[in-house]
């Protein structure tokens, strides 16, 4: 009997033992209420079917399902990192300095184009009379309306509730639009002398007006976005065969891309800077490369001296046009000719040829410049103008040089952009859903 006991002690210890000792004191049973903790299972009992099965023992279930093949093993094998060399930091310093001038241009352009559209807009619909057969200065005049009296509403009303608020500003903008007819014909003939100005005897007269200098600004807003996205990698590319290239044979085929879009793009830019020579600045088709770029900078030299006078001119102008007078009328003949010598015709055309300039009596002058034997160079400037085109796409095609000699100082990764964006790997999965899997499972 002695011995029963001290087997069934012992049990008992082993039992104690193999409960969690994580155990706090608040998990201790109150001698004077009576253990709550469930009896341990008898071994004599029969198993419970629906019981789970203990840890290390395979259920009947994973019995029954075979085994699943043993899935390959993905390797995403990442690129080589070196440092960038030292003879590549100059490339680097030129990069970002280049990129943030041209993100300052873009904002320049942008801007400018707003402005220029804005004003051709306000122009038009201001110039137009309520009664006329265009309805259009009416629906600009109502908006405009409305526009100013529910701004002015909803920032006077600042202190009120937001219900008042609310209401007096769609009230005061239905106000606007009912009283556009009550002012159609307000502006009509300021608007259109300082239009008329702005299209016939301006700086802007020489860009093919308003409308000519809202496309000229496009073309170059869409060459500085060209560029901008070949200095971050965003250009058009098909890296077909580079997703397939481990990374130390990938930067030979990139660069070799990047060398060949560069003399490609480069060559296009020359086809276009010919046709423009040869078209607009009247240069010899069989001329050299030399004679052309002469011709065109000769040509140049002419276009700045007409738009410095130009702008001269206009500051002239604009204060006559701004009091409402008739821009065609406020310069009488002597204006003009004390303008003419005042202003280096002379020393750029010769004595006689700006004596021909000047005029008599009392007639009166537009305000627009006048070359000599050539008359008034209205959209002479858009021949400059048209050099954008080329001239950016030689700026991409230097972007195309400096990403290589980036890549090749180890200072620009070459990852297609697949595994960069996509984070693509081999099999079909990305990196995020091979992440979600259990372990077991990516094993």
Same mark, same amino acid.
């Given at each position: 009997?002695?011995?029963k006991d001290d087997d069934r002690d012992t049990k008992d210890g082993e039992a104690g033992a193999a409960e969690p000792a994580e155990a706090g004191p608040e998990a201790a049973p109150d001698p004077e209420e009576g +253990?709550?903790?469930?009896?341990?299972?008898?071994?004599?009992?029969?198993?419970?079917?629906?019981?789970?099965?203990?840890?290390?023992?395979? +259920?009947?279930?994973?019995?029954?399902?075979?085994?699943?093949? $043993?899935?390959?093993?993905?390797?995403?094998?990442?690129?080589?990192?070196?440092?960038?060399?030292?003879?590549?930091?100059?490339?680097?310093?030129?990069?970002?300095?280049?990129?943030?001038?041209?993100?300052?241009?873009?904002?320049?352009?942008?801007?400018?184009?707003?402005?220029?559209?804005?004003?051709?807009?306000?122009?038009?619909?201001?110039?137009?009379?309520?009664?006329?057969?265009?309805?259009?200065?009416?629906?600009?005049?109502?908006?405009?309306?409305?526009?100013?009296?529910?701004?002015?509403?909803?920032?006077?009303?600042?202190?009120?509730?937001? +219900?008042?608020?609310?209401?007096?500003?769609?009230?005061?903008?239905?106000?606007?639009?009912?009283?556009?007819?009550?002012?159609?014909?307000?502006?009509?003939?300021?608007?259109?002398?300082?239009l008329n100005w702005y299209q016939q005897a301006s700086f802007l007269t020489l860009l093919g007006g308003l409308r000519g200098v809202g496309t000229r600004l496009t073309l170059l807003l869409t060459l500085l976005g060209?560029?901008?996205?070949?200095?971050?990698?965003?250009?058009?590319?098909? *890296?077909?065969?580079?997703?397939?290239?481990?990374?130390?044979?990938?930067?030979?085929?990139?660069?070799?891309?990047?060398?060949?879009?560069?003399?490609?793009?480069?060559?296009?830019?020359?086809?276009?800077?010919?046709?423009?020579?040869?078209?607009?600045?009247?240069?010899?088709?069989?001329? +050299?490369?030399?004679?052309?770029?002469?011709?065109?900078?000769?040509?140049?030299?002419?276009?700045?001296?007409?738009?410095?006078?130009?702008?001269?001119? *206009?500051?002239?102008?604009?204060?006559?046009?701004?009091?409402?007078?008739?821009?065609?009328?406020?310069?009488?003949?002597?204006?003009?000719?004390?303008?003419?010598?005042?202003?280096?015709?002379?020393?750029?055309?010769?004595? *006689?040829?700006?004596?021909?300039?000047?005029?008599?009596?009392?007639?009166?002058?537009?305000?627009?410049?006048?070359?000599?034997?050539?008359?008034?160079?209205?959209?002479?400037?858009?021949?400059?103008?048209?050099?954008?085109? $080329?001239?950016?796409?030689?700026?991409?095609?230097?972007?195309?040089?400096?990403?290589?000699?980036?890549?090749?100082?180890?200072?620009?990764?070459?990852?297609?952009?697949?595994?960069?964006?996509?984070?693509?790997?081999?099999?079909?999965?990305?990196?995020?859903?091979?992440?979600?899997?259990?372990?077991?499972?990516?094993?």
């Amino acid at each position: 009997m002695a011995e029963k006991d001290d087997d069934r002690d012992t049990k008992d210890g082993e039992a104690g033992a193999a409960e969690p000792a994580e155990a706090g004191p608040e998990a201790a049973p109150d001698p004077e209420e009576g +253990s709550t903790a469930p009896d341990a299972p008898d071994p004599g009992a029969p198993a419970d079917p629906e019981a789970e099965p203990a840890a290390g023992e395979p +259920s009947e279930d994973a019995e029954a399902k075979p085994a699943a093949p $043993p899935r390959p093993e993905v390797h995403a094998e990442p690129p080589p990192e070196r440092p960038g060399a030292a003879w590549g930091l100059p490339f680097v310093r030129a990069d970002a300095a280049w990129t943030k001038w041209e993100m300052w241009l873009c904002a320049v352009v942008v801007l400018l184009e707003i402005l220029v559209l804005s004003a051709w807009v306000g122009l038009k619909g201001l110039s137009t009379a309520a009664e006329g057969s265009s309805k259009a200065g009416l629906v600009f005049r109502a908006l405009s309306g409305a526009l100013v009296l529910g701004l002015a509403a909803h920032f006077a009303l600042k202190s009120q509730k937001q +219900s008042i608020r609310s209401g007096a500003t769609v009230a005061a903008s239905v106000v606007g639009l009912l009283l556009a007819k009550t002012w159609g014909n307000v502006g009509v003939d300021w608007a259109s002398n300082l239009l008329n100005w702005y299209q016939q005897a301006s700086f802007l007269t020489l860009l093919g007006g308003l409308r000519g200098v809202g496309t000229r600004l496009t073309l170059l807003l869409t060459l500085l976005g060209g560029s901008l996205a070949t200095a971050a990698g965003k250009h058009i590319t098909i *890296d077909l065969l580079t997703r397939y290239l481990r990374p130390k044979h990938r930067l030979p085929v990139v660069v070799t891309g990047w060398l060949g879009a560069s003399i490609i793009v480069g060559i296009a830019a020359w086809g276009f800077f010919d046709h423009i020579a040869i078209d607009e600045f009247d240069a010899r088709a069989e001329a +050299s490369a030399g004679e052309k770029v002469s011709a065109v900078t000769t040509k140049l030299g002419e276009h700045v001296f007409v738009a410095r006078k130009q702008i001269a001119l *206009d500051l002239k102008t604009l204060p006559h046009v701004m009091k409402g007078e008739r821009y065609s009328e406020w310069m009488d003949s002597n204006a003009w000719n004390a303008w003419v010598d005042e202003n280096g015709f002379a020393e750029r055309y010769g004595a *006689d040829k700006a004596k021909l300039l000047k005029t008599s009596g009392d007639m009166k002058k537009t305000p627009i410049v006048v070359v000599p034997e050539k008359g008034e160079p209205r959209g002479e400037l858009v021949k400059a103008a048209n050099l954008v085109f $080329p001239i950016g796409l030689l700026i991409i095609s230097l972007r195309f040089l400096l990403l290589c000699l980036l890549a090749l100082s180890g200072h620009r990764r070459v990852d297609s952009e697949a595994h960069a964006d996509m984070n693509v790997v081999p099999g079909g999965k990305t990196s995020a859903k091979l992440e979600d899997e259990p372990a077991e499972e990516k094993a």
